[in-house]
């Protein structure tokens, strides 16, 4: 079955996705895909990316599209000790923003130091899910391509069997207990260079453990390419083999 829905979504405006992504491109794309909703969701890593976000709304006021199309934003942890986010009530209430989807973007270390990344990155997750601002966690586990070079911080990191049974089950009671979702990123995890096939598999069944706990999975690529939004079917293809459902994917909605 095809996704209805791709939620993370970004745009030329914040000088992270490339020039394909104008909003009236996106929006056509992703009709010609046949979604029925998106959420553009660019970045908000400090307040003075705040006029930005306002041309991506002023795009979104002259589209008339078929599709439901969400304008929300992505934020990211900026302080390790607490797990606290980029974007605060006021800025909320400013921007607008919904969904507000986010997490930690780096693994905070400078060395392969397994135990204690796994440990903090933990942590971040948790402290995101139960923040009241946030509603999806954004590609848990993800790293940056350089993170992964040799002798760097998570060279190690090649399944995720690495990660204890008991983190994922965590994990997934806090998204229950504070209603939130958690993403399947197609970009950022299963069609990234850092990842290997072994990888994705082990991380498409991290996925599947989480949705059979009752956790609802938001779907999305994460696009910063126009040709990036094309992955949001195969993303479901990957889902469904793993038992995932259409029923099990959040929507804003709810
Ligand atoms: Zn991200
Ligand atoms: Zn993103």
Redesign the pocket.
Known sequence: MPSPYDFHIHTTHLKCANETMTVPALVERCEGLGLEAIAITDHLNAPEFMPKQDLIKADLEQIDSPLKIYFGV?VNVIDKETGAVSIDEEELAYGGFDPVIG?P?TSYHEKPDQESIIDLQHRLMLAVLANPLVEVL??PW?FAGREFQPGGPMEWFTSMEQIPDWHTREVADAALKHKKAIEANHS?IFAAGQYSEAFRESYAHYLAEIAGRGVKISIST?AHDINRLDGIHEMMGILEGVGITREQLWTPEV
């Open positions: 992505e997490g973007h954004v590609h993800w950022a994460d």
